[in-house]
Structures are given as C-alpha cells and as structure tokens.
C-alpha cells in the first residue's frame, strides 16, 4: 500500500529527467543502433565543435543497422563539418547585427524574436545557432527587463516570437513570469512559440506545461520543427494532441536536408504525417549558410523542382513556403 502522505517528489518520468538522460556518448549511440563497428567515422574535431546530444526517445525511432537512417543523419557528428566551404559562415543570417536589445531579434515588421536561452534537449548538426554566442545574447530568464521595455515601447510590435535554443529549456514557472509580462502589454496580440521540444523530447509537453499553456490570455503559435515523419512516434502525437487547445494554431517548419529530406516521397510523407496530428507544413527552409553544413546543403534549383513535384501530388495546404533567410531583406526570401 501507498502512505497517502507521500511527498510529491519529481519523478524519474519527469522531463528533466529525460533531458539529462540524453545520449552524448557516441560509442553509446552507435551501440544502441547496432552500429559500434562504425564508430571511426564519427568525427572528434566536430564533437569538439558542437557536442553530440541527442534524446533516447529520438534514438528510438532511428531504424537499428542503418548508418544512413534520416534522423541519426540529423545528429551525427562527420568529418566533413571541418571542411572549409566558402560562402558559408558563423553568423549566417547575421542575427549579430540585428540585435534590438539583449536577446531580441526585431528584424521583420510588427514582430520580435525573443532568443530566450541558448539550450536546446537535441544537437542537430545543421542548427544555424551552433556558434551563436548564446552567453551573451540571450535574454537570461532572471533579465527579460530590456528586452520587455523595447517591445512595450514600440506599438507596431503585436507578436513576440519566443525561440532560442529551444524556448522549452527554460523551467515552466520563468515561461509563465514572461508571458505575464507580455500579457501586460496591450499592444502584443499574439503569441508565437518556436520549439521543437514536443517533437524530440515529449516528455516535456507535461501537466504544468499545458496549464501554463490554457492560460495563456493570447491566441499562440506554435511552430514545431520535424524534418522526416519518422520523427512523428505515438508519444510526439500525444504531446502534439495536447498542444493543440483551441487557442493553439499548430505549424511545422523543416530545413531541406541532403540525405534526410530531399525527394518529394519524404516530403510528401513529411506533410502527411504532421497533418495527421494536426499540424500544418509552413515553411522548408533552405539550409542556412553556417560552417559545419554544407554536407547538408540542397541547391536551390533541386529545391524548386522538389515543391513543384509536390504541388502536383498534394493539396495545396500541404505544401510549405520554400524559403531562404537572406540578411537586410524585410522578410524571408520565398522561393517557391
Ligand atoms: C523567421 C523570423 C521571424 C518570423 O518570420 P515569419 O515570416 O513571420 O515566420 C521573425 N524574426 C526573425 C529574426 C526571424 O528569423
Ligand atoms: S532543435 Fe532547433 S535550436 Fe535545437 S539544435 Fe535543432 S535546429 Fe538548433
């Protein structure tokens, strides 16, 4: 029998508990998949670069033997991110020019992107931040006080976009201290959430968070990001599910990935399967021009002719905005 006056402790399911038992350990990694004899094709000077992380339950969902599954593509350390590629960067979308105040972007018309924190539970290898200077330019949870009184002094602004890393890092008590905030400021009518937390870790998507969430007082965005409809397991339709409230608008963005993504069969897939779970395609971005990614990259051409092919196959709500961020444009490029 349980004593009824156990303490309410957090359990070992507790989300936290799942971030910290990410695999980092690449000779792990490659064990889980049955691929430990391919371990000398992991690269150490990557690693050194940008750590691998990775969720056990996205390990789950990788095909065990396969070297080339879509999602270990996503975070497997090579050594062709070493290669020094021209026209790629560190600052690829020049987000270091574009600072308003600490840690918020206000690069496009009437809305700001508030980078809350430089953590994020996954490492994907293409991620445009991965030498973002986070330390410095994130807005830390104990300090949204410049970035507040910028948004509150501007009244074209009517929708903050909270991104990161991935917003969901933060513990679900500082994201209610900054949506209060927000919530103070009448000119701020919506509420956009970037985060790929229900996706690679949904045992985030708890209790606490969906209170947090119901109560939020302004119509929300949120903008997950699945690349393959792998990623998509019943624990991520779950999350998804729980997510979606009526005041909750779901979107996917993917990036078009080399060897992950790019035929119009994984697209279509892709699409179908986020639809299934309520979530609309929004954009597929061309990759972003950052050291470490080329091996990734799809010319844009081969871009175009993949959304072509797929308008033919699906309905037009299926088919995502191709888009390139490009510095000093008012908005994304669209390409397609
Ligand atoms: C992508 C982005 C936005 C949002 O653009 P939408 O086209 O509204 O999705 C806002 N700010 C920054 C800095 C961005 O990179
Ligand atoms: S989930 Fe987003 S922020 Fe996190 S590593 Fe991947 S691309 Fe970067």
Not at 158 to 173: K, Q
């Amino acid at each position: 029998m349980i004593p009824a006056a156990l303490p309410i402790q957090k359990t070992a399911h507790s989300w936290q508990a799942a971030w910290r038992n990410a695999v980092t350990d690449p000779a792990d990694l490659l064990a889980r998949l049955g691929l430990g004899h391919r371990l000398a094709e992991l690269s150490e000077a990557a690693m050194a670069q940008f750590p691998l992380r990775v969720p056990e339950s996205f390990v789950a969902r990788m095909v065990p033997g396969d070297m080339n599954d879509p999602l270990l593509r996503q975070v497997l350390p090579v050594d062709a991110e070493t290669d020094k590629v021209p026209g790629y960067s560190f600052d690829a979308v020049g987000d270091g020019s574009a600072m308003a105040a600490q840690g918020l972007l206000h690069k496009y018309a009437g809305r700001v992107l508030l980078v809350t924190t430089g953590s994020c539970a996954i490492h994907c290898r293409y991620c445009f931040r991965r030498h973002f200077p986070y330390a410095e330019a994130s807005a830390s949870p104990n300090d949204w006080d410049a970035a507040i009184s910028h948004i509150a002094a501007d009244a074209s602004i009517s929708e903050v976009i909270l991104s990161g890393g991935d917003p969901l890092s933060l513990s679900t008590a500082k994201l209610a201290a900054l949506t209060d905030q927000l919530a103070g400021i009448d000119h701020v009518r919506r509420l956009r959430i970037h985060s790929r937390l229900p996706v690679v870790l949904p045992e985030r998507v708890d209790d606490e968070l969906i209170a947090w969430l119901s109560a939020v007082s302004m119509p929300v965005t949120w903008v997950v990001h699945a690349n393959h409809a792998n990623e998509f397991d019943d624990a991520v339709a779950a999350a998804l599910s729980r997510i979606r409230l009526p005041h909750v608008t779901l979107l996917n963005q993917a990036v078009l990935l080399r060897g992950v993504n790019d035929s119009v069969d994984a697209l279509a897939d892709l699409s179908e399967r986020a639809y299934a779970q309520g979530v609309l395609p929004y954009y597929l971005h061309l990759l972003d021009r950052v050291h470490g990614a080329a091996h990734f990259d799809v010319i844009e051409s081969e871009a175009k002719t993949l959304i072509s092919l797929l308008r033919a196959r699906l309905p037009g709500y299926l088919v995502p905005r191709l888009a390139r961020e490009t510095e000093g444009n008012d908005s994304k490029d669209l390409l397609a």
